[in-house]
C-alpha cells in the first residue's frame, strides 16, 4: 500500500511539473538583410517596454532585458546580427529554472513572455 502510495505521489508531480515547466524557449526572429542595426533596436526596444520589460543596457547589436512582474524576475540577453534576432535567457528568479539531464527548464510564463516580445519584435520590424 504504502508503494502504491509513493507511486502515485511521484506520478502526480511529475504530471504537474511537466505541465507548468517547460524547456527552456529561445527566441528567434529572422529580418531583412540591410535592414539597419539603430533600425532592428528600434523595433526590439519597443516591443520590449511595451511588455514592461526594462532595459538595462544597450550596445553594439546587443540588448540586456529585465523583467519584474508579480515577484517573478527574468533576465534576457537580445542580439541581432545577419538578418536573425535571438532572445536568450540569462537568468531568472522564481520561475523554477532548472537543469534535468543536461535539459533547461523553467516555468512557462517565461516561455510565453518570449513568444510574446517575438511577435512584437516582427510587427514592429514592418513598421521600419
Known sequence: ????????????STAAFAG???PVYTGEVSYPMGTAS????????K????????????KDGTILARLNLRGHQADIKVSWEGGTIQLVHESSNNLGYRVKKGE????????NWIM???????VFLQDV
Open 1 to 12: 500500500m504504502r508503494t502504491v502510495l509513493l507511486l502515485t505521489v511521484f506520478a502526480v
Open 20 to 22: 507548468k515547466y517547460q
Open 104 to 111: 533547461k527548464f523553467i516555468h512557462r510564463n517565461y516561455n
Open 116 to 122: 510574446n516580445l517575438e511577435r512584437d519584435i516582427q
Open 38 to 45: 539603430s533600425a532592428v533596436e528600434k523595433a526590439v526596444k
Open 47 to 58: 516591443a520590449l517596454i511595451q511588455r514592461g520589460w526594462r532595459v538595462r543596457e544597450a
